[in-house]
């Protein structure tokens, strides 16, 4: 597999012949980060791997892994594209005009694009609802802190990082009306160096608890070095940190590859921006640390299975902006569209979004 | 900024000087005989692999740091064969020596991702450690970074003020002239390189053991090229290197710091201190008179062949 991948992205396997009916489905998968990144990309590759345990002999699936966001990724996916796949998934946001451009010149490949929001014929998209993660990730926040002070490491100022700021904020104000958060962007999805550089700014500065939008275990262990908390992002990082883990917000991609296969296979996809969280466990709340109280165990739960049941919806006004403009009207729900557009902070968040 | 603020982020800023400190020693030692190795991050992302792992399987963080330095200078020893055996062009041969190292060391690794060690604790000097201020920012540290001190004190004295150093800059200089009063340039050479590989090794180990203890596939991020730069910025001084580190180490975390105080700046903008610390610190070094004394190594870059002396 690995070789494999290698000699795609030399380019070596480019122009092999166009699948037969009978031969297993070809399926593509491009990652951001190493699969060892043991956050978000190592979350696809499961469900790469998830996709081949379901289908067997039905699916031959290829990875490259480690696509900078950008021309390279352009190469990338028309390599793919060019042997053969039929099927190509493009796993990180800065993917989606490479693939929209790519996917005009194969019209007869399916593409579906991770957090993205532009569609065509053949290219669908798909996200998580991260911010049902966040929800609860702010509730355990805001009750545990005893500094009153949450730390945010973020990657880039796109909607989905700062609608779950948002929503991490909104739902410790819920549970502690003094919280504050702390918001240090890295520009990176994976460093893990810099990862612990910000983590380490932030618990100088008085941060006891910890929340990543990175993908890397390195703030788990920083937290765990200076005897503070954390929350584990997009994989299970319990490990890392068997003191400070509070629990983490687990990715879990199998049930929509399998199901895109599927539909693929039958000939009836069609593009559409799917949304998945907790109700289609696609979200995933995992290893809940024993050591934290019992109310705190008992409200993340209580969190997790309102908004699974759809009782709680994060987004519901009346939310204000932190400049003092409504973003959401009273007795409104964003929609799936509105949510994929918030470029606002909640009121109370005194940081500017970065420019 | 309070005065307890200031303090930390000073000893963040030695910690993430640290490594850098590592390889820019190694580098300037190897520059100093006359060879440019642009291979830092590859033997760095080696050392790093290699130390995890022994230290991951004997548990000995002591024998970590010693299978790193062994294999730093493993990879440093194919490039001083290609470099001074063949002849091979350094710049070309370097910058292989990367590709090779970044792709070896993921491939090398991929059994150990996601596993962890307990890394080194660290160890509070006694008395000193209890200065205010200074012993929080300069003796709280972990065995590594002392040693980097050591060896930076132990560098400074060796290649100043002894018979050893002297030799290292003839053959830098001028080899030609070295080779003519019956110093062999090519055994200095091959130690020169072969104690950069070292130190890139330890720095690597400092990364995978210390800094961030575990190991991920291109952990070093670029660590290997900032420390070419430095030894440029310190303009081939031992001192200066041990300053610059810090001053290095100091620009890439303030962007982290002053957002989390709430200052409204982009991180963009944040992010780029460290260069622009180079770009200043190189127009100043440009701007001194004495500039005959910043020059690198005169013979930094140039093939020797003992062979073709007359």
Known sequence: MKMKSLLLSLGLLAGASAVQAE????????????????????????????????????????????????????????????????LIFTTSFGFMNPTVKVAKRFPKVTFEHATGYKRARNVGTYVLRTYEGRYVSGVAAGMMTKTNTIGYIASFPIPEVIRDIDTVYMAAKKVNPDVKIKIVWVNSWYDPGKETDAANALMDQGVDILIQHTDSPAPQIAAEKRGMRSIGQASNMSKFAPEAHMFSVRDNWTPYYVGVAEAVMNNTWKPSDYWGGFKEDMLTIESINPNLPADVKAKIKETYAAIKSGELKPFTGPIKDNKGNIVVPEGHSLTDEELAQVNWYVEGITDEIPR | MDADLITQILFAAIKTGTPLLFIALGEVICEKSGILNLGQEGMMLMGAVVGFLAAYTTGSMGLGVLAAMIMGSLMSLIFAVLVLQLGANQVATGLALTIFGTGLSAFVGSGVV?????????????????????GEILFKHDILVYLSFAITIALYFVVNKTRIGLTLKAVGENPNAANAIGIKVLQVRYLAIMFGGAMAGIAGAYMSLVYTPMWVENMTSGRGWIALALVVFASWRIGRIMLGAYLFGLASIMHLVLQGLGWSISPNLLAMLPYVATVIVMVIISADHFKEKLLAPRSLGKPFDPRNMA
């Open chain 2, 114 to 134: 996601g596993q962890t060690i307990q890394g080194f604790a660290p160890i509070d000097i006694p008395l000193l450690s209890e200065i205010p201020y200074l």
């Open chain 1, 23 to 86: 031969d297993p489905l070809k399926v593509g998968f491009v990652y951001v980060g190493p699969v060892g990144d043991l956050g978000w990309s190592y979350e696809h590759d499961l469900g790469r791997i998830g996709l081949e345990e379901h289908f067997g002999d039905k699916v031959e699936t290829t990875y490259v892994e480690n696509v900078p966001e950008g021309a390279d990724a352009e190469r990338v996916i028309t390599q793919l594209a060019k042997a053969g796949n039929d």
